[in-house]
């Protein structure tokens, strides 16, 4: 039985092919990207070997500094926002429309499948101000508020991003926490209800534990996602203006491929890396201890 | 109204169990109100923009200078989507949408899955290194192996086809099947696998017949994720695009708008309301057959 179960050859071709296309597509590219980062140029330029010129160069480069900035910003307002209103959802579909949800789970979900240029072009038209306002404008324009030009400030522009990349996964956040929410058995909610719980209540005491794995899973998902903003904002205002509203993400590929500085756009790539990797390890071990107390 | 009747119809039984306090009835109507209100802003604000994206495609150029924005069209004018679908190549763009898509998502979870399995069910020193080895490329942002990849795919003599795409999906797609199969197989009762074995099954035919269907409801998740994301990712697909011939969806409508979306109102709207509703039908018959999948499933299982 244990001879079948670890039959070497079997091992092989079963895990082969993937451990392959992995260190060929992910393991090699990334030791190369550091070797990278110690030269100047680009395949077409030729490299220059540098040595620690790149990594000084990040802090000077005030660049780097904003837009290191403006992805945690970023990260942590549409963190929250996706799953406070994903879970908020996610409740309404189980305990207020129960077997009626699926009209409204699949509408809210649609925006997930749109590709992401598709919505960026839909939103900016959405809060244009020229050459003719645009919905959000008009409406304000109704109740006597002036037209505001949405993309001419960080801020404001921050907003809108933030309205655009909630609008689009709210729906997905909603159903990954729901499918946790129906996962709860029937009987403990019921017991928790005989004894008297109800509302907030039991939501605090019953269903946010017992969907607390759920919700360390989609923040993690969430967060390297969000870290990695990327194609919302190069379609909607490419990172203005100026670099106002621009991600490390969005700032790397234009060094890379708009000024050919492929070695300065490792470096910056290894910055985003690190980022991710703070993060993850970051919710990783808080949500460790969080779950062994509960245990 | 009718189907709020029939919604406390079905609770009552349930409800009635626990002892409800007076003063609840007041409650109770103002939470329903409350209800209605939530459902009605979420509808709004799902359908509005799709609504208006679709109204402004049928308008000509002089229609949106001189009417107000929420005017409706006074015509079904077909000739923005004439227009869109001439300048901006949508056609091809979908088949290569398509075409990258499937092929990376049958490889990734063929690949995935057939791994996980070797690193979850059987037994073997250094699988628990390997799994950490492989799941750690989820840290590894796309950004940092962009460039190197750009290279090997030029040296290499790709970057005329579809191919860099597919190659890249593929890598990049595994670490996250391979987590999420491998936390599937875990909670598949050892005895299961074990019982096959001793049933004589080669641990192939263990894997298909009892490991894959007992792992259905994984592949379906993931194949699920795997679709969206390679269906709107746009860094990878706008980093290998050496051709228009070649573009996805997301990078034909990025330079539709660079190119024409500025001057060119309604072909913009029409080449997104194209995009948007045709992915919204390809969704509506997906889930279609997904709620057929999960029904027949709870009634076999």
Same mark, same amino acid.
């Given at each position: 039985?244990?001879?079948?179960?670890?039959?070497?050859?079997?091992?092989?071709?079963f895990?082969?092919?993937?451990?392959l296309?992995?260190?060929?597509?992910?393991?090699?590219?990334?030791?190369w990207?550091?070797?990278?980062?110690?030269?100047?140029?680009?395949?077409?330029?030729?490299?220059?070997?540098?040595?620690?010129?790149?990594?000084?160069?990040?802090?000077?480069? #005030? /660049? !780097?500094?904003? *837009? =290191? $900035? %403006?992805?945690?910003?970023? &990260?942590?307002?549409?963190?929250?926002?996706? +799953?406070?209103?994903?879970?908020?959802?996610?409740?309404?579909?189980?305990?207020?429309?129960?077997?009626?949800?699926?009209?409204?789970?699949?509408?809210?979900?649609?925006?997930?499948?749109? #590709? /992401? !240029?598709?919505? *960026? =072009? $839909? %939103?900016?038209?959405?809060? &244009?101000?020229?050459?003719?306002?645009?919905? +959000?404008?008009?409406?304000?324009?109704?109740?006597?508020?002036?037209?505001?030009?949405?993309?001419?400030?960080?801020?404001?522009?921050?907003?809108?991003?933030?309205?655009?990349?909630?609008?689009?996964?709210?729906?997905?956040?909603?159903?990954?926490?729901?499918?946790?929410?129906?996962?709860?058995?029937?009987?403990? +909610?019921?017991?928790?209800?005989?004894?008297?719980?109800?509302?907030?209540?039991?939501?605090?005491?019953?269903?946010?534990?017992?969907?607390?794995?759920?919700?360390?899973?989609s923040?993690?998902?969430?967060?390297?996602?969000?870290?990695?903003?990327?194609?919302?904002?190069?379609?909607?205002?490419?990172?203005?203006?100026?670099?106002?509203?621009?991600?490390?993400?969005?700032?790397?590929?234009?060094?890379?491929?708009?000024?050919?500085?492929?070695?300065?756009?490792?470096?910056?790539?290894?910055?985003?890396t690190?980022?991710?990797?703070?993060?993850?390890?970051?919710?990783?071990?808080?949500?460790?201890?969080?779950?062994?107390?509960?245990? | 109204?009718?189907?709020?009747?029939?919604?406390?119809?079905g609770?009552?039984?349930?409800?009635?169990?626990?002892?409800?306090?007076?003063?609840?009835?007041?409650?109770?109507?103002?939470?329903?109100?409350?209800?209605?209100?939530?459902?009605?802003?979420?509808?709004?604000?799902?359908?509005?923009p799709?609504?208006?994206?679709?109204?402004?495609?049928?308008?000509t150029?002089?229609q949106?200078?001189?009417?107000?924005?929420?005017?409706?069209?006074?015509?079904?004018?077909?000739?923005?989507?004439?227009?869109?679908?001439?300048?901006?190549?949508?056609?091809?763009?979908?088949?290569?949408?398509?075409?990258?898509?499937?092929?990376?998502?049958?490889?990734?979870?063929?690949?995935?899955?057939?791994?996980?399995?070797?690193?979850?069910?059987?037994?073997?020193?250094?699988?628990?290194?390997?799994?950490?080895?492989?799941?750690?490329?989820?840290?590894?942002?796309?950004?940092?192996?962009?460039?190197?990849?750009?290279?090997?795919?030029?040296?290499?003599?790709?970057?005329?086809?579809?191919?860099?795409?597919?190659i890249?999906?593929?890598?990049?797609?595994?670490?996250?099947?391979?987590?999420?199969?491998?936390?599937?197989?875990?909670?598949?009762?050892?005895?299961?696998?074990?019982?096959?074995?001793?049933?004589?099954?080669?641990?192939?035919?263990?894997?298909?017949?009892?490991?894959?269907?007992?792992?259905?409801?994984?592949?379906?998740?993931?194949?699920?994720?795997?679709?969206?994301?390679?269906?709107?990712?746009?860094?990878?697909?706008?980093t290998?695009?050496?051709?228009?011939?070649?573009?996805?969806?997301?990078?034909?409508?990025?330079?539709?708008?660079?190119?024409?979306?500025?001057?060119?109102?309604?072909?913009?709207?029409?080449a997104?309301?194209?995009?948007?509703?045709?992915?919204?039908?390809?969704?509506?018959?997906?889930?279609?057959?997904?709620?057929?999948?999960l029904?027949?499933?709870?009634?076999?299982?």
């Amino acid at each position: 039985m244990k001879y079948v179960l670890g039959n070497k050859r079997a091992i092989a071709v079963f895990l082969g092919p993937a451990l392959l296309v992995y260190v060929a597509v992910i393991i090699v590219p990334v030791v190369w990207s550091f070797v990278y980062s110690f030269f100047s140029g680009s395949p077409a330029a030729g490299f220059k070997y540098v040595g620690g010129v790149n990594f000084a160069r990040l802090f000077t480069d #005030p /660049t !780097v500094g904003s *837009s =290191l $900035l %403006f992805t945690i910003k970023y &990260a942590v307002v549409i963190l929250v926002l996706q +799953i406070v209103v994903g879970y908020a959802l996610a409740l309404l579909y189980v305990f207020v429309l129960r077997k009626l949800s699926t009209f409204i789970r699949t509408l809210v979900f649609f925006p997930v499948v749109l #590709p /992401t !240029v598709a919505v *960026s =072009l $839909l %939103f900016s038209r959405m809060f &244009a101000i020229s050459p003719q306002d645009g919905p +959000i404008n008009s409406v304000l324009n109704l109740v006597g508020i002036h037209s505001v030009d949405w993309f001419s400030t960080g801020n404001n522009a921050f907003w809108v991003i933030i309205a655009m990349d909630l609008w689009r996964s709210a729906g997905f956040y909603a159903v990954l926490l729901y499918a946790g929410l129906v996962d709860i058995p029937e009987e403990i +909610i019921e017991s928790a209800r005989l004894d008297g719980a109800s509302g907030p209540k039991l939501i605090r005491h019953i269903v946010l534990p017992m969907s607390m794995p759920i919700l360390i899973a989609s923040i993690i998902f969430g967060l390297n996602a969000d870290l990695k903003v990327f194609d919302s904002i190069l379609a909607l205002n490419n990172g203005g203006p100026g670099t106002a509203t621009t991600p490390l993400n969005l700032y790397m590929f234009q060094t890379s491929f708009l000024y050919s500085d492929y070695g300065y756009g490792s470096t910056i790539a290894i910055v985003i890396t690190v980022l991710c990797l703070a993060a993850t390890l970051l919710v990783f071990r808080s949500s460790r201890r969080d779950l062994s107390k509960e245990s | 109204m009718t189907t709020n009747a029939v919604r406390s119809g079905g609770v009552n039984a349930r409800d009635r169990r626990r002892a409800e306090p007076s003063g609840v009835k007041f409650g109770r109507l103002s939470r329903k109100t409350l209800v209605n209100i939530l459902i009605g802003v979420i509808l709004v604000v799902e359908i509005y923009p799709l609504f208006w994206i679709l109204a402004s495609s049928f308008k000509t150029q002089n229609q949106f200078a001189n009417e107000p924005l929420w005017s409706l069209p006074t015509s079904l004018n077909f000739q923005n989507y004439v227009d869109a679908w001439n300048t901006a190549q949508l056609g091809q763009d979908a088949i290569n949408s398509i075409t990258v898509t499937v092929i990376s998502m049958v490889a990734i979870l063929i690949l995935g899955t057939a791994a996980a399995f070797a690193l979850e069910v059987m037994v073997w020193k250094g699988r628990g290194s390997i799994l950490l080895f492989i799941v750690g490329g989820l840290m590894v942002p796309i950004q940092l192996i962009l460039l190197p990849l750009f290279s090997i795919y030029f040296q290499l003599g790709l970057t005329n086809s579809l191919a860099p795409l597919i190659i890249t999906y593929i890598g990049q797609g595994l670490p996250l099947t391979v987590f999420l199969m491998a936390t599937y197989f875990r909670s598949v009762p050892r005895e299961l696998f074990e019982a096959c074995t001793l049933d004589g099954g080669s641990i192939y035919r263990c894997f298909i017949s009892v490991g894959l269907p007992l792992v259905r409801n994984g592949i379906f998740t993931m194949s699920l994720l795997l679709f969206f994301s390679i269906w709107n990712d746009l860094i990878v697909a706008l980093t290998f695009n050496s051709s228009q011939s070649l573009s996805t969806i997301q990078v034909g409508l990025l330079n539709f708008n660079g190119e024409y979306g500025a001057t060119l109102y309604g072909p913009l709207f029409a080449a997104i309301s194209i995009v948007v509703f045709a992915t919204l039908i390809v969704y509506m018959l997906i889930n279609q057959q997904v709620m057929k999948g999960l029904t027949a499933g709870s009634v076999k299982g």
